[in-house]
C-alpha cells in the first residue's frame, strides 16, 4: 500500500522557519514529479514547490528565495524547508507523488502550518 506521510508543520512566528517532511513507503522512491502543494482556508489548493527524480526543482513565485525542496533517496523522503515564513504562510500542506510507471497522482494527508503572532 502507498503511502506519503507528512510531518514537521506547527505554529510559528512571522520570520520563523519551519521543516516539512513527507516519507514514502510501500513503493521506490522513482517519481516523474514530487513536491508540495498548500491550501489554504477557503481558497483551492496551490502548487508551491516540485522536484524530480534527478533533483530539478521549481517553485511558484510567491516561495522563491524562501522555500527549498529537496530530497533524501535513502530515507526515500521528500523536504520543504521554509524560511522567511509570513501569515499568509499559513495553510495545510500536502506532498504529492507522480512514480514512474504506476498510473495516478499520490497524496499524502496534509499538515497544518500556521504562521502568527
Known amino acids: 500500500q502507498v503511502q506519503l506521510v507528512e510531518s514537521g508543520g506547527g505554529l510559528v512566528q512571522p520570520g520563523g522557519s519551519l521543516r516539512l517532511s513527507c516519507v514514502v513507503s510501500?513503493?521506490?522512491?522513482?517519481?516523474?514529479?514530487m513536491g508540495w502543494y498548500r491550501q489554504a482556508p477557503g481558497k483551492e489548493r496551490e502548487l508551491v514547490a516540485t522536484?524530480?527524480?534527478?533533483?530539478?526543482?521549481n517553485y511558484v513565485d510567491f516561495v522563491k528565495g524562501r522555500f527549498t525542496i529537496s530530497k533524501d533517496n535513502a530515507k526515500k523522503t521528500a523536504f520543504l524547508q521554509m524560511n522567511s515564513l509570513k501569515p499568509e504562510d499559513t495553510a495545510v500542506y500536502y506532498c504529492y507523488m507522480i512514480p514512474w510507471g504506476v498510473p495516478g497522482k499520490f497524496w499524502g494527508q496534509g499538515t497544518q502550518v500556521t504562521v502568527s503572532s
Open positions: 522536484i524530480t527524480s534527478g533533483g530539478t526543482t
Open positions: 510501500g513503493m521506490l522512491f522513482n517519481f516523474n514529479s
